[in-house]
C-alpha cells in the first residue's frame, strides 16, 4: 500500500506510529524525503507535484507589470500559522513607505485578527489562483518549512518574481539567484534586501523570470504520472 503524507500530517505522529505504518510512503520533494529518513528512519517515494494544464502561465503584459507602482505582493497561507513566516514578510514590508505596495492575501481561511491587506482572497478556485498571480508582480513567501513549495511553482509558471526561503521541501529545485532570490529563514531584513535588488536590476530580474518559467515547465502531469507508475511497478 502507498501512503501520501504531507508535512502538517507528519508532525501529528510519532517516530514510532510512522515506524509501525507498513505503507509505502510517497512524499513530494526529495528534501522532505531526506527530513523524514533522518528524523523517523523511514524511506520514502518522491511523488513531485504537478501544474494543472492551462491554469498558470504568464499575463500577456507581464514586462509592464513587473515595473509598475506600487508593488503588488502575494503573501499565501495564514498568518497564525507560524510556519509560514508570514509575520516576518509583514514586518518587511512594514519598512517601505505606505504607497510601495499593495499588499494581496490568499488564504484558505479568514484574516488572522488584526491582520490588514488592500486585497484578501479566500479559498478561491484552482482557476481563480492563477488570476491572482497574474495581478501581481512578486510573490513574498517566507515558510519555515514546506514539504514542497507549491505557491511558489506556480507563482514561476505566471512569471512572478519569488523571494522565499531555503527550507526543506524547495532544495533541488529552488536557486538563489537562478529562479528566485531566497533569504534566510525568520530574517525580515533579508527580505528587505531582496525587495530593492528586485527593484534595481530589471534585466536581472526579467533572466530570472525566464527560468522560473523552465522551472515551472519540469512539473508537469505526465512526469508525475511516469514517475508513480515506475514506483508501483518497482
Known amino acids: 500500500n502507498y501512503y501520501s503524507v504531507s508535512y502538517p500530517q507528519l508532525q501529528q505522529w510519532t517516530r514510532e506510529g510512522i515506524e509501525e505504518k507498513e505503507d509505502e510512503f510517497l512524499v513530494p520533494s526529495a528534501g522532505f524525503a531526506a527530513y523524514v529518513k533522518e528524523k523517523y528512519g523511514k524511506t520514502c517515494s518522491v511523488v513531485w507535484p504537478y501544474l494543472e494544464n492551462g491554469l498558470f502561465y504568464p499575463a500577456p503584459n507581464l514586462e509592464k ?3 509598475s507602482n506600487p508593488i503588488r505582493v502575494l ?3 495564514n498568518l497564525d500559522y507560524q510556519l509560514k513566516g508570514l509575520e516576518y514578510a509583514y514586518k518587511a514590508l512594514a519598512s ?3 504607497d510601495f505596495f499593495q499588499v494581496v492575501r490568499l488564504s484558505q481561511l479568514p484574516l488572522s485578527p488584526g491582520e490588514s491587506c488592500d486585497e484578501f482572497h479566500i479559498n478561491p478556485s484552482r482557476s ?15 515558510s519555515l518549512s514546506e514539504g514542497f513549495g507549491l505557491p511558489v511553482l506556480e507563482a514561476m509558471a505566471c512569471g512572478i518574481p519569488v523571494i522565499t526561503t531555503y527550507c526543506m521541501g524547495m532544495r533541488g529545485w529552488v536557486h538563489n539567484g537562478y529562479n528566485a532570490l531566497v533569504v534566510k529563514s525568520a530574517n525580515s531584513r533579508e527580505i528587505v534586501e531582496a525587495v530593492l535588488r528586485l527593484r534595481q536590476d530589471h534585466d536581472w530580474v526579467a533572466a530570472m523570470i525566464e527560468k522560473g518559467l523552465i522551472t515551472s515547465k519540469l512539473f508537469c502531469e505526465r512526469r508525475t504520472i511516469n514517475r508513480l507508475i515506475k514506483i508501483i511497478q518497482t
Do not use: A, E
Open 128 to 142: 481563480q489562483i492563477g488570476d491572482i498571480y497574474r495581478s501581481c508582480n512578486l510573490l513574498i513567501y517566507p
Open 96 to 98: 517601505f513607505p505606505g
Open 75 to 77: 503573501l499565501v497561507g
Open 65 to 67: 507589470l513587473n515595473r
